[in-house]
């Protein structure tokens, strides 16, 4: 049993009846689920994530004080602390993890806020750009197990994907990186026989080019080390994780440096493969600084469009 189902198994045994039972006038103005910070709710968690902030618990979502006053939020943090600490053989941590608490009664608005920047989810173009992957990621992934109101839902909606020209805006960044470290830098650090720099430009070339996967599959890249688990399930272009894994972990003497590079360069043709069938290019060529410009060229929005190539990145 991984923590999402865990989650929604307490919930439906101790969560909801405590919420019917105690708290009926209130139950349709709350929402309750599991999501935000940690590998359960990615559904990414296994018997080593267990070690620290794993734990029977929902998070449940209140609205504003004039809805849900302090006192009734007070009374709600009181039942919920009094649910069962044990569960199907798991134990309910004391201690709050760092950063604050990941369950229990929430804010919805403190929630969004602290995710996106935003109480509502309303984002501008400027806070698109700038609020980071990781964190649009935690603010949909999960599940949802009640949401009476439904403004959980309809912002979770809203905030599901970036908007068109928001992901061209990055996606443009990203492949000019990716074509700077990969077919540029990479190549000079060997001239120089500087082959930890040329790691580093592999790495680079990795970051980006597995940004740029997670966007041309619409789905926000999680957090680092759940990069490669997330990728490996996106349906365009998973398998570049594989030869990801090869750049990062062979090193760059003279027996690979060449393979290393034919690699890169596969991998490119893929990307612009999938640029084009999703006609995100108009350049005609192996050369990724190219259609990163061309991606730029498309963006419909002037004051999105006139703004630094990496000012996303």
């Known amino acids: 049993m991984n923590g999402l189902e865990l989650s929604r198994a307490y919930f439906e045994a101790y969560g909801l009846p405590m919420l019917k039972a ?27 994530s267990r070690d620290h902030d794993f734990e029977p618990g929902f998070c449940l ?8 006053s302090r006192r009734d939020a007070f009374l709600l943090e009181r039942a919920y602390a009094k649910l069962p600490r044990e569960f199907m053989g798991f134990q309910r941590g004391l201690i709050a993890p760092v950063g604050g608490p990941r369950r229990g009664v929430l804010r919805m608005d403190g929630f969004f806020m602290e995710k996106v920047g935003a109480p509502d989810g309303a984002l501008s173009p400027m806070q698109w ?24 839902t309809r912002i979770r909606a809203a905030l599901s994907r970036y908007p068109e020209d928001i992901r061209k805006k990055k996606l443009a960044g990203h492949l000019l990186l990716a074509a700077q470290a990969g077919q540029y830098n990479y190549g000079r650090c060997l001239g120089h026989r500087e082959t930890a720099a040329a790691q580093l430009a592999v790495c680079a070339f990795v970051q980006h080019a597995m940004q740029a996967v997670f966007l041309l599959n619409r789905v926000y890249m999680p957090y680092y080390k759940w990069s490669f688990r997330a990728m490996r ?22 027996e690979l440096s060449s393979d290393k590079q034919d690699v890169m360069e596969g991998m490119i043709a893929d990307i612009i493969g999938e640029m084009r069938n999703q006609r995100l290019t108009k350049a005609v060529c192996g050369d ?26």
């Not at 349709?28 to 940690?38: F, I, R, W």
């Not at 979502?61 to 849900?68: D, K, Q, S």
């Not at 399930?233 to 003279?254: H, I, V």
């Open 288 to 313: 990724l600084e190219k259609h990163a410009y061309s991606v730029q060229d498309l963006i419909e929005d002037t004051q999105v469009r006139s703004m630094h190539i990496l000012c996303a990145v």
């Open 129 to 152: 750009l700038s609020t980071p992957d990781y964190a649009l990621a935690e603010a949909v992934n999960g599940e949802i197990f009640l949401d009476g109101p439904g403004d959980m």
């Open 61 to 68: 979502f209140l609205p504003g004080e004039e809805t849900v």
């Open 22 to 48: 105690q708290f009926p006038s209130l139950l349709p103005l709350l929402c309750a689920g599991l999501t935000g910070a940690g590998s359960e709710c990615y559904g990414f968690d296994d018997e080593i």
């Open 233 to 254: 399930g996106l349906p365009r272009l998973s398998l570049l994780a594989e030869l990801m894994e090869y750049l990062l972990t062979t090193d760059n003497g003279e």
